[in-house]
């Protein structure tokens, strides 16, 4: 069963990151979520969800929204004492979905003053796959050479821009189109989109 970490920062697109845990959780894994302090703001902001209280009732909350299940362990980004801190208990992958430039820059500077930072520099250092999906455009050079540096440490980068080959004809094919190409880098099978070359419907 694989532990992956799943960390929802502030940049807008956190819908991403709730579809993911889903298909997640259907696919049997653990997973370790980490909600920044602005992640929480965004995801209240895009999808009216109200999650908040202590870490005991974040969890309950946040198992509740998934179907009651056990598989998804909260974590405060203050909690630096979290098992996924410690490269003897690292998750197996972790996803930053969406991933801000303000977090994008802070790994890329090797810092980890919370633990989503703390744990990205885990994933690296323990050569397991730190998959990013930032969301920002247009990007200046700062957030480019941010890219690259990270790119160049191990880092996936995989960037929220949804095709069109697969012919979507909901927001939701969009969503599950990048959740997709997610999974396809963590090697977990899905069915979400139509891939290039398969039989197309008329």
């Avoid at 630096?80 to 003897?88: E, K, Q, W, Y």
Wanted: glycine share 8%.
């Amino acid at each position: 069963m694989k532990n992956i970490a799943v960390a929802i920062t502030g940049a807008s697109g956190s819908i991403y990151g709730l579809r993911l845990i889903e298909e997640l959780v259907k696919a049997g894994c653990r997973i370790s979520l980490i909600l920044t302090k602005a992640g929480l703001e965004v995801l209240r902001y895009e999808t009216g969800l109200e999650w908040e209280g202590s870490p005991a009732e974040m969890q309950a909350l946040i198992r509740d929204y998934f179907g009651g299940t056990k598989k998804i362990a909260y974590y405060d980004e203050k909690n630096m004492f979290a098992p996924i801190a410690s490269g003897s208990s690292a998750p197996d992958a972790m996803v930053v979905i969406p991933c801000s430039m303000g977090s994008l820059a802070r790994m890329a500077g090797g810092i980890s003053e919370n633990l989503l930072e703390r744990v990205a520099d885990v994933v690296l250092k323990e050569r397991r796959d730190l998959i990013l999906v930032p969301r920002e455009t247009p990007l200046n050079a700062i957030h480019l050479e941010n890219l690259l540096k990270l790119s160049r440490a191990g880092a996936h980068i995989i960037p929220a821009m949804p095709a069109f080959y697969h012919r979507p004809k909901t927001l939701e094919d969009q969503i599950d189109f990048m959740v997709g190409k997610v999974l396809d880098s963590l090697h977990i099978e899905h069915n979400l989109f139509l891939r290039w070359g398969s039989d197309q419907e008329s």
